[in-house]
C-alpha cells in the first residue's frame, strides 16, 4: 500500500508534469523558425509539387486533373481552407489553391506567404438548392436579380473587400413579414470574408447575401455550420434549403443538385510562401492574448467545453443504461438459455457498433437517420456516443457479471430468490464494483471521443479551439490549451473514480 | 404448496432420480425417503455423486430423469414455483458464500425481507437471535472478510435458519475449514439436529456422522450402494466397497 506521503509524491510529480508540458509549449510557440523556401511562381510550376487544397472546393475538383497526368504532383485535401495555409507556413506543401478573396484575408494576416499574379481559374459563385426544389429556385433567382438590380449585392461584397469595407453593413428593412417561415442555410464558416465567425456570430458576403434573400421571402434565416463536403449531402437530403459557401457550378455537382444564377465571381489563386518576407515572431503574452483576450475568443472553449461536458455526461448515462440491459439479457441467456430473441438482437447491437468507427456511426446518425428532420445535434451526438458507448460498456458489465462466484448465485437462488432478485440484490453490486476500473477507463475514452462531435458542425471544446485557429492562424496555443482542458478534465474523472472505488471497498478489508 | 391427504411424516421421497452430464452417468436411479426429524449423513468417496445428490433436491442441479416430491409436490415439475419450494429448505455450501457486500446482519436478513416473509425489524430481530445462537452477536455489523472459515461457516447455517426451513441440506460444510474450526460448526450443526431439525448432511467426518446421524447413506458409483443405522453402518458394514471406504478413512 502506498503511505501518504508517497501519495503526496505522486500527486506532486503529476502536477509538476503538466506544468513542465505547458512551460515546453510556451517556449515553442515563442521560438522563430525559418520559412521553407518557395518553388512555384507560376501555374506550370504546380505540376510535380505538393499542392493544397480545401476538401470539395473548385480548387479541389480543378487540381485533381494534375494528380493522373503522371508529373508526381500530390495533393493534400484539407478540410478547412486555413489548415492548408498553416501546413504550407510549415513547409508541408507548396502551393495552396483557394478562392481569392479568402487567400486574400489569408496573407493579410499571414505576411510570410503572397498570392501569385497569375490566376488559376476564373468561377462563379451561385446558391445550392436541392435538386427539384424549382419553386425555390425560381424564388431565389428573382431575389437575387432584384437584389443586384437594386445595388445591394454589389454594396454587400464592397462592405467585405476593398478599400471601403466595413462602411456599407446590410441592415435588413425594418417591418419584413417573415411569415413564410424559415431558410435554413448550410455554410462552411471558415472562409473568410464569404463566411466566417467574429465576436461569437458567422458573418460575411454570403451571409449577408443570404440575410438579404431571406429578408425579400419574408422568411426567417437560419445558418448551420458544417464540413465543407458535407453541404451538398445537406441541402440534398433537406437537412437545409440552401448551400451559401463560395460554392462554384460544376459538372459534378449539378449531378446531385441545382445551382441559383450566379451571385458573383471570384477566381481561384495560388497561394505561395514569399521568400523575401522577414518572419515575425510575436511573443507568447501577444500569441496568448490574440488567441483567448481578444474580441473575447475564450468564449469558443467555454462555449465548446459546456457542450463537451453535455455530450460526454448524457452519453454516458445513456451508454450505462444500454449497457446494463444488454449485459443483463446476454448474461441471462449465458446462464438459463432464456430470451433467445433479444440475445440475438444484442449480438447484432455490439458486432455493428463494436465493428465501426465512432466517427462513422455519427455521420450516418446525422446525415441519415435523421437526415431529412431538423434535429438539434447536440442531441444527435448524445444519441451517437450513447449507443457506441453502451456497446463497450454492456460487455465490461457482463465480464463483471460472469467474474462473480457461482456459489453466489446458488446461494441466493437456495434461499428462494428468484432470478431477478439475486441479480439485483446479490450479483449485480458486486459485478458494479469489479468493473468500475474498466467502466472508468471506457468514460475516459468517451469523454476523447466526443472530439469528433465537430464533424456534424457542433461546437464542442475541439471545434471551439479549431474556430480560434481559424481567426488568429495561431495552430500552437488553441491546440495546446484544448488538450490541457481534456487533460484536466481526465484527471479530475480519475481521481473521482478512485475515491468512489476506496469508498466501494472499505467494506472488504480487514 | 399443495398439501397431501396422507398426513404421514414423509418430507421428501427420491424416485428414480438420474443426473447424467454429456455421457458420464453421476445418479443413478436413486431412491429414498426422508421423515421428519430424520438426521441423515451421506458418505462416500469423491466423485460419487453426494453433492449432486444433494443438490438436486433443491433443484440447483436439474435431474435427467426422476422425481422429487417435497410433501408430495414433484419438484421437478416445471409448472412448480420452485422459489417458494426453496424457501422451506435450507442449504449451507462447502465455501459458506456469504454475501461479501453485506454485513452479516444483512446477510440473514435479505431474503426474509426480499421475499417479503418478514418485516425488516422483524428480521433484524430473528438474525440477532440466530446470531447470539451461533455465538456471534457482536459481529452483527461486520463484513464477512472479517471473519474466520468457522465463523463464516456459521453465519451461513444462521442465514439459512433466518428461513425458517423444514430441511436443511449441508453440502460439506467443513471440508474447507482449518482442522481448530472444525469443531464450533460441528457444535452448531449438532445443537440443530437436537432441536429436531431434519437435516441431510454431505460429510467427511465419520465421528461426527455416528455421533448425530439417525441413518447413514454410502454412495459410491453414483448409486446408494449402503444405508444403515450408524452403529451398524461403521461397525458392520455389508457392501465390499463401503468396508473398503471405511478401512480407508477409520
Redesign the interface.
Known amino acids: 500500500m502506498q503511505t501518504k506521503r508517497q501519495k503526496n509524491i505522486y500527486g506532486f510529480f503529476r502536477i509538476f508534469a503538466v506544468l513542465f508540458c505547458v512551460c515546453t509549449c510556451m517556449l515553442l510557440s515563442s521560438c522563430q523558425k525559418k520559412l521553407a523556401e518557395n518553388k512555384v511562381f507560376g501555374v506550370d510550376d504546380l505540376s510535380g509539387s505538393v499542392i493544397g487544397v480545401q476538401l470539395g472546393t473548385t480548387g479541389d475538383i480543378l487540381v485533381s486533373d494534375y494528380e493522373e497526368d503522371g508529373s508526381d504532383t500530390t495533393i493534400e485535401r484539407f478540410n478547412k481552407g486555413n489548415d492548408a495555409i498553416q501546413a504550407l507556413k510549415q513547409g508541408k506543401i507548396d502551393a495552396v489553391i483557394i478562392d481569392a478573396q479568402p487567400a486574400n484575408a489569408f496573407i493579410q494576416a499571414n505576411p510570410e506567404l503572397m498570392i501569385l499574379e497569375e490566376e488559376f481559374v476564373k468561377e462563379d459563385y451561385a446558391i445550392s438548392i436541392a435538386k427539384g426544389n424549382t419553386e425555390l429556385t425560381a424564388s431565389i433567382n428573382k431575389a437575387l436579380s432584384s437584389l443586384k438590380a437594386d445595388g445591394t449585392i454589389d454594396s454587400i461584397i464592397n462592405n467585405y473587400i476593398g478599400e471601403n469595407a466595413g462602411k456599407s453593413p446590410y441592415t435588413s428593412p425594418s417591418g419584413v413579414n417573415r411569415s413564410n417561415g424559415n431558410l435554413i442555410m448550410a455554410t462552411n464558416a471558415y472562409f473568410k470574408p464569404y463566411e466566417y465567425y467574429e465576436n461569437g456570430k458567422i458573418v460575411g458576403i454570403d451571409v449577408d447575401i443570404a440575410t438579404a434573400i431571406a429578408d425579400y421571402l419574408g422568411m426567417n434565416l437560419k445558418i448551420e455550420d458544417m464540413e465543407f463536403d458535407s453541404i451538398i449531402t445537406a441541402v440534398s437530403s433537406g437537412k437545409a434549403d440552401i448551400g451559401v459557401a463560395g460554392m462554384t457550378v460544376t459538372a459534378d455537382r449539378l449531378k446531385n443538385i441545382d445551382f441559383s444564377d450566379p451571385y458573383t465571381t471570384s477566381s481561384q489563386v495560388i497561394v505561395v510562401r514569399n521568400n523575401e518576407a522577414v518572419q515575425s515572431g510575436s511573443n507568447f503574452v501577444e500569441k496568448f492574448t490574440n488567441d483567448f483576450i481578444t474580441d473575447n475568443r475564450y468564449q469558443y472553449i467555454l462555449t465548446g467545453l459546456k457542450n463537451t461536458l453535455i455530450i460526454a455526461f448524457f452519453a454516458a448515462i445513456m451508454g450505462i443504461v444500454i449497457g446494463f440491459l444488454v449485459a443483463v439479457i446476454r448474461s441471462s441467456h449465458d446462464k438459463t438459455g432464456n430470451m433467445k430473441i433479444l440475445n440475438a438482437i444484442c449480438s447484432v447491437y455490439l458486432t455493428i457498433i463494436r465493428g465501426t468507427p465512432a466517427m462513422v456511426q455519427l455521420l450516418i446518425i446525422y446525415y441519415i437517420i435523421f437526415g431529412s428532420m431538423n434535429v438539434n445535434k447536440i442531441l444527435v451526438a448524445v444519441l451517437s456516443f450513447g449507443i457506441n458507448s453502451g456497446a463497450y460498456v454492456a460487455e465490461i458489465f457482463r465480464s463483471g457479471i460472469m467474474s462473480i462466484?457461482n456459489?453466489?448465485f446458488?446461494?441466493?437462488?437456495?434461499?428462494?430468490?428468484?432470478y431477478n432478485?439475486t441479480m439485483i440484490?446479490?450479483i449485480l453490486?458486486?459485478a458494479f464494483?469489479n468493473v468500475l476500473p474498466a467502466l472508468a477507463n471506457e468514460f475516459i475514452v468517451l469523454l476523447k471521443e466526443t472530439s469528433i462531435s465537430g464533424y456534424i458542425g457542433l461546437t464542442d471544446l475541439t471545434r471551439g479551439g479549431d474556430i480560434i485557429r481559424s481567426i488568429t492562424y495561431d495552430a500552437m496555443l488553441p491546440l495546446i490549451g484544448v488538450a490541457l482542458i481534456y487533460l484536466i478534465l481526465v484527471m479530475i474523472l480519475s481521481t473521482l473514480v478512485k475515491k468512489l472505488e476506496r469508498r466501494l471497498r472499505s467494506?472488504?478489508?480487514? | 404448496m399443495s398439501e397431501t391427504n396422507n398426513m404421514s411424516d414423509i418430507l421428501l421421497e427420491v424416485k428414480g432420480l438420474r443426473k447424467v452430464y454429456d455421457k458420464h452417468v453421476v445418479l443413478d436411479n436413486i431412491n429414498t425417503t426422508v421423515h421428519k426429524g430424520e438426521v441423515i449423513a451421506i458418505i462416500g468417496p469423491s466423485g460419487c455423486g453426494k453433492s449432486t445428490f444433494l443438490r438436486s433436491l433443491n433443484m440447483l442441479e436439474i435431474p435427467t430423469a426422476g422425481q422429487v416430491l417435497f410433501h408430495g409436490t414433484d419438484i421437478t415439475d416445471k409448472s412448480v414455483n420452485i422459489n417458494e419450494i426453496r424457501e422451506k429448505i435450507g442449504m449451507v455450501f462447502q465455501h459458506f458464500n456469504l454475501f461479501p457486500n453485506m454485513t452479516i446482519r444483512d446477510n440473514i436478513c435479505l431474503a426474509p425481507v426480499k421475499l417479503k416473509l418478514m418485516s425488516r425489524e422483524d428480521a433484524v430481530k430473528k438474525a440477532d437471535e440466530l446470531l447470539a445462537r451461533v455465538g456471534l452477536k457482536d459481529k452483527a455489523d461486520t463484513y464477512p472478510a472479517m471473519l474466520s472459515g468457522g465463523q463464516k461457516q456459521r453465519v451461513a447455517i444462521a442465514r439459512a435458519m433466518a428461513m425458517n426451513p423444514e430441511i436443511m441440506l449441508f453440502d460439506e460444510p467443513t471440508s474447507a475449514l482449518d482442522p481448530e474450526m472444525v469443531g464450533e460448526v460441528l457444535t452448531i450443526i449438532k445443537e440443530l439436529a437436537d432441536s429436531g431439525m431434519t437435516m441431510l448432511i454431505v460429510t467427511h467426518e465419520m465421528g461426527f456422522a455416528k455421533e448425530v446421524a439417525s441413518r447413514c447413506m454410502f454412495f459410491s458409483d453414483g448409486m446408494i450402494t449402503e444405508e444403515n443405522e450408524p452403529k451398524a453402518f461403521f461397525e458392520n458394514p455389508q457392501s465390499p466397497r463401503l468396508k473398503e471406504f471405511l478401512s480407508k478413512v477409520l
Open positions: 462466484d456459489g453466489q446458488e446461494a441466493a437462488r437456495s434461499l428462494g430468490l428468484t432478485q440484490s446479490v453490486p458486486q464494483k467494506n472488504e478489508r480487514n
